[in-house]
């Protein structure tokens, strides 16, 4: 039988901030067994953006990375956040490592194809190192992904950290028994956009249509649900949506097929 | 019979910028065996520093690192320089991996006792996870090591990288036959300072003293060649001092028990 990790994407203020993280890392370790954690940066890499006079361009969501936001986010994301994370994890006696997709080539890349928008140093996930993965996951070390990627010839990339996760996520679904859990601002999908009390348990993949055309599930959250089902018919075992302050609970949004 | 082990120290302006940085990667690709590398980035960090307004204060040689320092040298050596060199390696085919002292628990320090001088966030090294090193480097893969530690309470501390490089030899000595090599701006320890053509081929423990006394060696190198010494007499194989560009030749002073 496999055994089971459950891979955490955690992204937003949450991870930025000293007193959310340490809340954040406990309940994150109180999490028995195996355990991944991805982690994002957004905030901060747009706050020394701005401290440095390099303007911040998102379209959906997506940061638009030249040269100059490239060493940004590698800074932030690669530096800053990752060991923070990692360094707060092993006072908590949890071997954790922290790791960019260069690393041991964890994870690399294919600059993503100019077609409306040129996202610039921006990366689609196109193959995970998941033996040196697991390796570390079996000697009881616990990675921690930063979003970003390289593509194998110099080139470093911004990696959107949902897609570091559910990558990871898949390419570990044939050696372990996968749970894959996002967090982010509220407590799941929600029925009504303003009450955080209306979060639906479970959607599956019957249901999903439906609530997009009603418009229950809209923006940004469609490719957030789309990720998870895809996801899921990669062979990881539940999808759960949730916010970070629900990680203790594992209360959410259920995704399954 | 120990395998051999190769760790180069290489800091200053040569790992900073793109073109000098791909030549010093093919020199050090060239290397045959196993390899380490650690790495400086003092410039770029005192560069950044400069860009957010935060004052660089040195003593010696040492930056004084205060809590907005720290987080610009995290970004800086831990995320910027760190992971460009990975991706360069990737680029040649090299299995590297990024760590800073918190990863996987690489190198604890202790906070530096305030004497006549508060350091701040820097760290004395105590402690060296040979074990772990070492199963990468059995694995074919090359550490990059960059100039950060922790102190296991989650605290990252600031720390010189002549001295992470030399206690990655000491600690790994008992299980390779350990080359410690050191670069910086000139082509080895000089009889004349003004003349790179006097280069001083071998030092003796014998010549040490003398070579302080007659002021040959003074200032900044004095510290380098005594470490060179200490990392010899915990068993260390051998030590060189040497500049990037001659790292292919692998010319300069010898510094020998």
């Known amino acids: ?20 993280l340490e809340q954040l890392l406990d309940d994150f ?16 890499a747009t706050a ?27 800074m932030v994301y690669g530096g800053l956040v990752n060991k923070k994370i990692v360094a707060s994890l092993q006072a908590r006696g949890v071997n954790a490592i922290g790791l960019t997709g260069t690393d041991c080539n964890v994870m690399m890349s294919d600059i993503r194809p100019v077609k409306d928008i040129d996202y ?46 559910s990558e990871a996520a ?32 479970y959607i599956s993949y019957y249901d999903f249509p439906r609530l997009v055309q009603d418009g229950t599930i809209s923006g940004g959250m469609i490719p957030k649900v789309q990720n998870a089902f895809n996801a899921l018919q990669a062979g990881v075992s539940s999808v759960l949506i949730t916010k970070a302050e629900s990680l203790d609970k594992l209360t959410g949004t259920t995704i399954a097929l």
């Open 1 to 20: 039988m496999k055994q089971s990790l459950v891979i955490v994407k955690v992204g937003g203020k949450i991870v930025e901030e000293s007193d959310t």
């Open 29 to 44: 370790n109180a999490i028995p067994g195996n355990k991944l954690l991805v982690h994002g940066g957004g905030r901060s």
């Open 48 to 74: 020394l953006a701005e401290k440095l006079g390099i303007e911040s361009h998102m379209v959906d969501g997506r940061r638009i990375t030249d040269a100059a936001m490239l060493d940004v986010v590698t």
């Open 120 to 165: 610039g140093f921006v990366g689609d996930v196109k193959a995970v190192n998941s033996g040196f993965l697991s390796s570390l996951i079996n000697q009881g070390i616990i990675p921690v992904l930063a979003p970003l990627t390289h593509d194998g010839k110099g080139q470093l990339l911004n990696t959107n950290a949902d897609t570091i996760a």
């Open 170 to 201: 898949k390419a570990l679904a044939s050696m372990f028994k996968v749970t894959l859990i996002y967090c982010f601002e509220k407590p799941g999908v929600l029925l009504h956009e303003d009450d955080d009390n209306s979060v639906i348990p």
